[in-house]
């Protein structure tokens, strides 16, 4: 009987023993590892919500007060809003420890043992009324995290005799509407091609660190906080409809503001294309590792205090507490997009935007609709170090195209083609060595292996490398036309040809596109065309044109067309973003329009002024035949958007020609 009882006794301790250590390690609570407690405390119309907080030996919460681009869940004071009084944005807690994360690579910020947080209220109400809110935090040990905590808590507060809102509050609290006008004189062609960019553009933004962690992270939030599945899946759309708002807005506020005129003028200009540069290299930089550029922490606590509140509007201010906090990762991908679809004016900036906001919101909705498929999400790690490293080395390339343009403008010849592409290849050979793993940046990851995807990247930007060392020698590069400087715009402009002779032979002339001779005074290829029976072609360019670069390089040399240009034409290039001065003398303002005023005072004034007038046109590349007494043929003009192929420019410029011989 006593060894029986002893066997019943030693069975039930090794089962309470054996279930103790499920518990320890398999179903672990959060709640287990932190004591708390909420208070209030009332002065007068001032409440301060209290957190008396104890975290068990051995594991940590993380501060209220994060920098933007951390990863962590923010412990936290969440407050339902009400008119009943004003939240403090600001949450007070004891300085936090400071560790470094090797497998992040990023500094957290945590609190152990008993600390102590509070928010405050301002009451506006003479009527006692009861706040709700929840206490959030995350715990953590060395080796892993627990999910997030919310404790909810609700407490009656007595009404008070307040004063009106300051009107620093007011202003605080009112909502500015911003209305624009939307310029439709882009094309639909070009506004199409913004919007697959910016679409990309998206895509890439969402695989940045500061984005990509955010997807089962929101997703599983509003799964939780839904009463069902639906509301779930409505409350996730209606963040990314909010994620798209915010963009549009900034799209149509740059747009409103400037206008299509002036946004197109920003291509040509000297000063924007050189600060752009700057910045471009700045947020490269940044992109590497060297350091991180963030959004005030003010702006991102008061975007996530606003959050709290319920329905569209708290979930709006959500979305725009993941733009702010983002910001490192997706400023200078969104600054690029409005540049670049500023630059065609009209509404590109608002269609850049929307395509972005669109690929960077879709996977939230469709993640909320089929919450199965976040099974299959990589999990965050290194590789999104890598994916920021690589948008890092394109900015840095994009920039330089900036600057090519301000030099293009002035002529100075600082970066001719040649020293461009040797720069891209510097660039982009860096670029696959850090792919292929030879090379480390700041925060990377160690690499152990070369995944596949990876090594399909390399072995790209490799060959990529390798399809530009050609054009140092005078190759097209017909994959990337229009980025580079013109053939024309070269140490040897003739490259391997002997175009040189062509051009020597015919006073008052360059060695153009393709190495075609071209005039760019309109009276010395008029008088030229006139004497030996050829009909003029009318080429309006510019410096820092990026379609007129893709039509000469692509369409221009293409068997058939070149033979025309070559032999049948008189081609005569006028830049109509040329900063050289003209003589005094030549100085005048130029009535393009009924009240519209150009003011004449560079080559590129003359023909932008001369362009609109007659053509009642302001884009470029912009062509048009002349007949023998420089007249214009009937077969009207042509442009990239509608000619930009080899068939299209060919039979436009046979129709010019058996006009110009029935003529």
């Not at 002065?43 to 957190?51: L, R």
């Not at 005023?597 to 590349?621: E, F, H, M, N, R």
């Amino acid at each position: 009987m006593y060894f029986k009882s002893l066997n019943i006794s030693i069975f039930c301790f090794l089962s309470l023993l054996f279930l103790d250590n499920i518990k320890s390690q398999n179903i672990e609570f959060p709640e287990d590892k932190v004591n708390y407690t909420i208070k209030i405390i009332q002065n007068a119309c001032e409440v301060s919500i209290i957190a008396d907080i104890e975290v068990v030996d051995g594991w940590h919460i993380n501060a209220s007060n994060l920098p933007p681009e951390s990863f962590s869940i923010a412990t936290d004071l969440y407050l339902d809003t009400s008119s009943n009084y004003i939240i403090d944005d600001t949450i007070y807690e004891p300085k936090p420890h400071i560790v470094f994360d090797s497998i992040t690579k990023e500094e957290l910020f945590l609190h152990e043992g008993k600390i102590t947080i509070k928010r405050n209220i301002n009451i506006r109400t003479t009527k006692d009324f009861t706040i709700k809110g929840f206490f959030t935090f995350q715990t953590c040990d060395d080796s892993h995290c627990l999910p997030p905590f919310d404790g909810p808590f609700e407490f009656v507060i007595k009404g008070c005799d307040f004063k009106s809102l300051s009107e620093k509050e007011m202003k605080s609290q009112k909502k500015n509407k911003i209305t624009n006008e939307n310029d439709n004189s882009s094309t639909k062609k070009s506004l199409f091609v913004i919007f697959i960019l910016s679409f990309l553009s998206g895509f890439a933004a969402l695989l940045t660190p500061c984005v990509f962690p955010m997807i089962p992270m929101t997703v599983s939030f509003f799964t939780k906080q839904s009463k069902d599945k639906s509301s779930g899946i409505k409350n996730a759309i209606l963040y990314g409809l909010s994620i798209i708002i915010i963009y549009v807005l900034l799209g149509t506020i740059i747009t409103a503001i400037f206008g299509a005129s002036f946004l197109n003028s920003l291509s040509t200009n000297i000063y924007f294309n050189l600060l752009f540069f700057i910045l471009l290299v700045v947020f490269a930089i940044s992109f590497l590792g060297a350091f991180e550029i963030t959004l005030p922490n003010t702006w991102v606590n008061k975007a996530d205090s606003a959050s709290s509140k319920g329905g569209f509007l708290g979930i709006f201010f959500m979305a725009l507490t993941l733009a702010l906090v983002s910001f490192s990762c997706t400023g200078p991908i969104v600054g690029t997009l409005l540049v670049e679809s500023a630059t065609i004016g009209g509404i590109g900036p608002f269609i850049g935007m929307f395509g972005f906001s669109l690929a960077l919101a879709l996977p939230f909705g469709l993640f909320a609709a089929f919450p199965g498929w976040l099974n299959s999400l990589p999990k965050s790690g290194g590789w999104l170090n890598t994916v920021k490293v690589f948008l890092g080395f394109l900015e840095l390339a994009l920039a330089f195209k900036f600057l090519s343009n301000a030099d293009l403008v002035i002529q100075g010849h600082f970066l001719e083609r040649e020293l461009f592409l040797a720069i891209w290849i510097g660039i982009f050979s860096v670029l696959a060595l850090y792919l292929f793993g030879f090379i480390r940046l700041p925060k990377d990851s160690e690499i152990k292996y070369l995944s596949v995807s990876r090594s399909l990247i390399a072995t790209t930007v490799l060959v990529f490398v390798i399809y530009l060392i050609p054009g140092l020698w005078g190759a097209p590069l017909k994959l990337i036309s229009g980025f580079p400087p013109p053939m024309s715009y070269s140490e040897s402009p003739s490259g391997l040809s002997n175009s040189s002779k062509i051009v020597e032979d015919i006073e008052n002339t360059h060695i153009g596109p393709q190495g075609l001779p071209v005039f760019h005074d309109l009276s010395a290829g008029l008088a030229y065309a006139k004497s030996i029976n050829k009909p003029a072609f009318l080429d309006f360019t510019g410096h820092a044109c990026i379609n007129c670069r893709k039509m000469e390089e692509k369409v221009w040399g293409e068997d058939g067309v070149i033979n025309i240009l070559r032999d049948s034409l008189v081609i005569i290039s006028l830049y109509v973003d040329d900063k050289r001065p003209l003589p005094e003398e030549e100085h005048a303002e130029v009535e393009i329009a009924p009240g519209k005023i150009i003011k004449v005072t560079t080559i590129g004034d003359k023909w932008s002024a001369y362009q609109a007038k007659k053509y009642k046109s302001l884009s470029q590349p912009y062509y048009i035949m002349l007949d023998k007494n420089g007249n214009d043929l009937p077969n009207k003009s042509a442009d990239y958007l509608n000619h930009g192929n080899k068939k299209d420019f060919l039979n436009w410029l046979r129709n010019g020609l058996k006009q110009y011989n029935n003529s």
